[in-house]
Structures are given as C-alpha cells and as structure tokens.
C-alpha cells in the first residue's frame, strides 16, 4: 500500500449510520452529513430605518448532523443527540445503531477537478478583463489620425 501524503484537513469522509435490525440480522445505512449553517451579513434593519443604533449580534453558525432515512430526516448538534432520537425510533433490543465513516478518495479525486476547474476558469476570465482594460486605454490614450 503506498503511503498517502494528503493532509487530513483535504481529506473527504463517507458518513453513515448502520442498522441493524437484531430480529432478522438485516443491516441498513442510513447516509449521514455534517453541515454547517451560517448566518450571511445582511445591512442591519435599524440602520435601513435611518437609526444609530447597531443591530444585536448575530447568531454563531451552528454545526449539525443530519442523517437521511425514507420516510424522515434527523438533525442533531451532536452524537449524543443523534443517539437519542435515533433511539425513539429505533428501540434497543430491536435495533443495534452505528455511526460509520470512511474515507472517500473518489469525491477527494471529484473535489480536486472541480477546484482545478474552477481556478481555469477564474484565471481566463481574470486574463479576458486585464486584456480588455488594456485595449480601452489604449484606445483612449491613441493619437487621433489627422
């Protein structure tokens, strides 16, 4: 096996919960991803008004779990959380819940084409602008032919 030099930071992981149904021994997976939420800055309501006053801050982002079944989605704040809402549905002695993770060099491999494109695109269109800028100054700074 040949060593990986990929910094964990740059690492994607597949998350899921299995369960296993303890009656049949049947197993499910359940996908699972961790989003973060943030509020966007937006002008504050007071200062639209005209009012000195600032606005109260604005709330922290908030990281969450959210595991996808059929018929229902799940949002916890963490493990635990998870843990416990899962369990309403899923009673122990009936079901054994595990959360899984593994990592996932194809979306790693998707991720850094997607980037590599992205940067192409974003340096042709930065190298179209400056060509552009350039030919407008020279057009108005040209001698005008008699």
């Known amino acids: 096996m040949q060593k990986d030099d990929t910094p964990i930071d740059r690492q994607i992981f597949r998350y899921w919960v299995e369960l296993r149904d303890l009656r ?3 197993v499910r997976e ?8 943030i509020l966007l ?3 504050g309501k007071r200062e639209r008004r005209g009012e000195t006053e600032p606005d109260p801050p604005e709330r922290p982002s908030e990281i969450r779990i ?3 079944d059929i018929d229902r989605t799940w949002e916890a704040l963490d493990k635990d959380d998870l843990s416990r809402q899962l369990r309403e549905r899923y009673a122990d002695g009936v079901f ?7 990592r996932d060099p ?3 491999e998707r991720h850094w084409a997607a980037t590599k494109e992205l940067i192409r695109i974003i ?5 179209r602008r400056m060509l552009a800028e350039e030919a407008a100054k020279q057009t108005q700074g040209a001698p005008v032919p008699d």
Do not use: F, G, I, N
Not at 30 to 37: H, N, S
Not at 96 to 102: F, I, M, P
Not at 123 to 127: D, G, K, L, N, S
């Open 96 to 102: 054994e819940r595990s959360l899984k993770c593994q």
């Open 30 to 37: 359940l996908p699972a991803k961790v989003v973060q939420r």
């Open 41 to 43: 800055a937006t002008k």
């Open 123 to 127: 340096a042709r269109a930065t190298v």
């Open 66 to 68: 959210v595991v996808q």
């Open 106 to 108: 194809e979306a790693e």
């Open 24 to 26: 049949d021994r049947s």
